[in-house]
């Protein structure tokens, strides 16, 4: 099977309190560039993220999507310093007693002396929340692979179709670029008596100007060559695999031999059929940047 690069692919899973919704979107790219978006809390998962999005894709710029949800979590607690507020209230009791004032502080006043009471993070439990995540990013890789081999299907079939279209074109050029030495011939000959009075042709001398067009006009090289490309995307596409690359480096190759057909054409319908062949080749080429 082939895959497209362009794709989408959503998870949610909800364990006890917490819940992590995962989304990821992707375009054609030369390469893997993936973009991570997901709250601070979770950055350092990131490594982990990029290297389990590595077994479902090759190519791409994708980017993923986070959020998360913890409705029972708490991330901080009150901590009670009672040594630091014994600490206050003897302090407080010597000075009371060393300028006869009177002791007032109360319980609410001691509270908000600094350091009696602190705010303290709880430790993150790294390890379900990886657990939890590694589910949702796996649930939304293969639904997002799925989008990508369906789409790679219909890609597939189409580049099929053009591909049977552009071996037609090629069997006409075949075909008919003989015939284009024959005519050749025949108007030689017709012109060379119309210009000599007494009808005789010196037949060697002919057949060496036929000979000149014959290998200036010949793509009999071109064509065998084209059609082993064109079979060879053909066999690549339906092997399936990684192939983007691949298919790339064929299509340029394809793309030469057409404008040198053209190049060599001196009859207007090959010539047109080239043109049209070229205008495949472009398709192709085109739609192949998209396959992974």
Not at 8 to 29: C, D, P
Request: hydrophobic share 35%; aromatic share 6%.
């Amino acid at each position: 099977m082939i895959k497209s690069m362009t794709g989408f692919g959503r998870a949610e899973v909800s364990e006890g309190q917490r819940k992590f919704t995962v989304e990821m979107k992707a375009v054609n790219h030369r390469y893997l560039d993936v973009s991570v978006k997901m709250p601070k809390k979770l950055n350092f998962f990131e490594a982990s993220i990029r290297n389990l999005l590595k077994e479902y894709m090759q190519r791409g710029k994708v980017d993923l999507y986070i959020t998360y949800e913890d409705l029972s979590e708490q991330t901080v607690s009150v901590r009670y310093h009672a040594d630091v507020a014994a600490s206050y209230m003897n302090y407080l009791k010597e000075m009371a007693e060393t300028f006869e004032l009177e002791n007032d502080v109360r319980v609410s006043t001691l509270s908000r002396y600094p350091e009696v009471f602190s705010m303290e993070e709880q430790e993150i439990d790294e390890e379900g929340i990886w657990k939890d995540l590694e589910k949702a990013i796996r649930l939304g890789a293969e639904a997002f692979v799925e989008s990508r081999v369906k789409e790679g299907e219909n890609l597939k079939n189409d580049l099929l179709d053009k591909l049977d279209g552009m071996l037609a074109h090629v069997a006409y050029i075949e075909e008919n670029s003989p015939k284009i030495i024959d005519e050749y011939k025949q108007k030689l000959q017709s012109k060379v008596r119309d210009l000599m009075e007494d009808n005789r042709i010196d037949e060697n001398r002919l057949l060496m100007e036929v000979t000149l067009f014959a290998d200036k006009i010949c793509v009999d090289e071109e064509i065998v060559r084209l059609k082993s490309h064109i079979e060879m995307v053909k066999n690549t596409l339906i092997e399936g695999g990684s192939i983007g690359r691949k298919l790339d480096f064929i299509v340029q190759e394809m793309n030469r031999e057409a404008n040198t057909i053209l190049s060599k054409s001196t009859d207007l319908e090959i010539s047109n059929r080239g043109i049209e062949l070229k205008t495949d080749i472009e398709k192709v080429r085109e739609q192949i940047q998209n396959i992974e």
